[in-house]
Structures are given as structure tokens and as C-alpha cells.
């Protein structure tokens, strides 16, 4: 086991929680940061997270904080675990009360609305150049109930300075937890956020009552948009084959833990997308990134036929199963030409 480092975590919620204990579990001092002060002092009375992860017995080494600059004052790394629509908020208060340099690390997936930025771009704004050390982004097919239990779970670690990357794989990687590193923070970044994307989709055509061949459509076809809107934002192709591309669809598009599934799954059922919302009780990341990545498609004349008809199911009213007819009626097309357009593309800017 590596040095104990002092960490910081933003956002006590299931997947900030669930990540304390593999930092505890791997002996480092953790502090979750939590804006709820009743939930900082729960948390280091009872070392539980009930409303986020039931029956889950923290580590008495993590601790509940609740004021900001406390949590981050003489800490290491910062690791934000708040839901995308939090980020620049936190991230901006983290920039008037934060003194040192930092390893900055993100966990979260999605895409900003409006300004279509990426969560480490959003980062990169708020926080002032003498703070920001490195950036790293975790991301990867993990639900927070199994990281909990111990379950065996992969994750990558991406970062542009591989050093950075090769920092936060040491610091979270355990028997359990298993860490790979990749250069392309682009793809990583995407692929984790455009997935929920898919898995709202394919719990809608469960709750429709479609079967298993429309959710592997929904899958491959899906990727295919995600490697073509990731592409085009300068990704490496390649990344959507790894953890966090197909990996991380297959867990999302597949497991009843994920809440952009559930969530599709009651809309494909027939309820109204705010009712749906609010019966979750936590982020289902896949709505607002569906607005994001559909005006990002337009803007970049990027074809996302699956994007663009949740989006309409979303927010103009459109029946998911006149969602699902018209998908399938779409134009005729060849299945590999995306493939071969995205690597040669891919290969041109390369050797350039
Ligand atoms: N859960 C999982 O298995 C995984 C989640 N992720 C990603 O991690 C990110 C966080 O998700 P997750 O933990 O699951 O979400 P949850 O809904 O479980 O928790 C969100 C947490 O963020 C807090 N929060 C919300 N807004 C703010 C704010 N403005 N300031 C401070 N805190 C705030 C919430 O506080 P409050 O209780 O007061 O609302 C809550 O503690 C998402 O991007 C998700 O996609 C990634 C991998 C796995
Ligand atoms: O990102 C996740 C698993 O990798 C969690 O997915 P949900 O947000 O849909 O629960």
C-alpha cells in the first residue's frame, strides 16, 4: 500500500460515499464534504449514509465535513463528486477558499447544456491556475452499490499528463478496485457522460416491453453516435471500446442499480417525466446531457438519430413509442460506414 494521503471529497452523495471507502479501504485520510450540515454530522456520528447507500458501515476514518475550506485545508488531492449541474457552483467555491496546489480529480458524467462543456473544461474555468496542480477524470462501469460491497470493478484513470493519471490509479487501485490509465480525457469524458444518454433509451424500450434485441440495438447503435459526436471533439476512436465507452453502456444500459435506466423504464411505462424525477431522489445525469449532446449534434452537423429522438421524448411531448417507430423507419444506411469514416478521420489527424 502507497503513502496515506490526506483527500477531500465534494459531493456525499452514493458515488462520492462509495468512493471514500475504497480510499479508506486503502488507508487514506478522507474527508467528505457534504452542503447539508445535518447529513456531516450524521455521517460522523453513526458512520452511515442511510438516503444514499442503506446499510453501508463507513470506515471511522472518513469524516463528515461541511464547512468547504475546512474539508480542503492542508489536503492533497480534491476529488469533486457532485452531479454536473453542481460542478461550476462548487467548483467556484472551491476557488475563493482553497489555498496550495492541488491534484484535482472528477468523477462525474455529463455535459453542460448551453455551453456544451465537459466536466474537467468547467473545472479548468473555475478554479485559478496556482490551485490547479493536475486534472485527472475517473470514470468507468461502477455503480456505487457493488463498489460498496467489494464487488470486482474496473475504472480508468485519464489525464493529459500521464504522471497525474498514474497518481490517481496508485490511489484508488485495490484488490477490489482495479484502475487503468488513458491519455484521451476527451473520450473518457464523453463516453461517460453520452451512456446515460443510451441507458435512459434502452429502459425506455423495456418499459415498452421490447426485448433484448432492441436493447443490444440500442447499445451498438448508440456507441456508434457516442465514437461519432466524440470523434468529431477530437477523442480517440479507440476509447469507445474500452471502459468507458462500451464498458460503461453495458453496465448502465444493463443493471436495475442505474438511474438513468430506472428512469427511462418508468417513462417507457407511461409516466410524465417530472413525476419520474422526482420519485429518483438522486441525479439522473442522462436528462440534461441528452439537451447538451443534442445541441452540441446540431451545432457540429453530427448525425445522433437515438440522442435526437430521446430528446424529443424528453422535452416536445413525443410518445417513446412513436420515438421507437420512427427511429425504425429511419433512411436506409450502411452499418460500417461510421466505422470507416471515424478511423480514417481519426488516422488523418494523426499523421498530420
Ligand atoms: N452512483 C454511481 O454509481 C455513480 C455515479 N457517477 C457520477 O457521479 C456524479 C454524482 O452522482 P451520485 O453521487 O450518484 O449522485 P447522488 O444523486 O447520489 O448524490 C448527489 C450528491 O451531490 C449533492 N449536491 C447536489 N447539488 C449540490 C450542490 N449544489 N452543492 C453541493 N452538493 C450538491 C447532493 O446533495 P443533496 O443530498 O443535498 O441533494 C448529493 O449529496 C454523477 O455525475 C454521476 O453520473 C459515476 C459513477 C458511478
Ligand atoms: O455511471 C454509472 C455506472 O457506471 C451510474 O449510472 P447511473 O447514474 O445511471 O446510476
Redesign the pocket.
Same mark, same amino acid.
Given at each position: 500500500m502507497g503513502k496515506s494521503q490526506r483527500v477531500a471529497i465534494l459531493g456525499a452523495g452514493?458515488?462520492g460515499t462509495a468512493l471514500a471507502l475504497v480510499l479508506a479501504d486503502n488507508g487514506h485520510d478522507v474527508r467528505l464534504w457534504t452542503h447539508n450540515k445535518v447529513q456531516a454530522d450524521v455521517i460522523n456520528e453513526t458512520h452511515r449514509n442511510e438516503r444514499y447507500l442503506p446499510n453501508v458501515e463507513l470506515s471511522s476514518s472518513i469524516k463528515g465535513f461541511y464547512q468547504l475550506d475546512k474539508a480542503i485545508e492542508n489536503t492533497e488531492i480534491i476529488v469533486f463528486a457532485v452531479p454536473t449541474k453542481a460542478m461550476r457552483e462548487v467548483a467556484e467555491q472551491v476557488n475563493k477558499v482553497c489555498h496550495g496546489s492541488k491534484t484535482i480529480v472528477h468523477v462525474s $458524467?455529463g455535459i453542460e447544456p448551453d455551453t456544451h462543456l465537459r466536466i474537467s473544461e468547467i473545472i479548468k474555468q473555475s478554479l485559478s491556475e496556482t490551485i490547479l496542480k493536475d486534472l485527472v477524470v475517473l !470514470? %468507468?462501469?461502477?455503480?456505487?452499490e457493488e463498489v460498496v460491497l467489494r464487488h470486482p470493478t474496473t475504472v480508468t484513470a485519464a489525464s493529459d499528463q500521464i504522471q497525474a493519471a498514474e497518481m490517481v490509479q496508485d490511489l484508488f487501485m485495490n484488490q477490489h478496485f482495479r484502475v487503468y490509465t488513458n491519455l484521451d480525457v476527451v473520450g473518457v469524458e464523453i463516453g %461517460?457522460a453520452l $451512456? #446515460?444518454i443510451i441507458?435512459l433509451a434502452a429502459g425506455i424500450t423495456d418499459g415498452l416491453g421490447y426485448g433484448d434485441n432492441a436493447k443490444a440495438a440500442l447499445i451498438t447503435r448508440g456507441l456508434a453516435e457516442m465514437a461519432r459526436l466524440g470523434t468529431t471533439l477530437g477523442a480517440n476512436p479507440l476509447t469507445f471500446s474500452g471502459l468507458t465507452g462500451i464498458g460503461?453502456l453495458i *453496465?448502465?444500459c444493463t !443493471?436495475v442499480? !442505474?438511474? #438513468?435506466?430506472?428512469a427511462g423504464n418508468l417513462l417507457g411505462k407511461g409516466k410524465k417525466l417530472d413525476e419520474v424525477l422526482e420519485s429518483m431522489g438522486?441525479? *439522473?445525469?442522462?436528462v440534461r446531457t441528452t439537451k447538451a449532446a443534442f445541441q452540441l449534434a446540431q451545432k457540429l452537423d453530427v448525425s445522433m438519430p437515438i440522442t435526437e429522438a430521446l430528446f424529443h421524448v424528453l422535452f416536445n411531448d413525443v410518445s417513446p413509442k412513436e420515438a421507437v417507430d420512427q427511429l425504425m423507419s429511419r433512411v436506409k444506411t450502411n452499418e460500417m460506414e461510421d466505422l470507416v469514416n471515424i478511423l480514417g478521420e481519426h488516422h488523418q489527424t494523426e499523421s498530420k
Open positions: 452514493s458515488w $458524467k !470514470s %468507468g462501469p461502477s455503480h456505487a %461517460g $451512456k #446515460n441507458a460503461d *453496465v448502465t !443493471s442499480h !442505474s438511474r #438513468n435506466w430506472r438522486m441525479v *439522473v445525469e442522462g
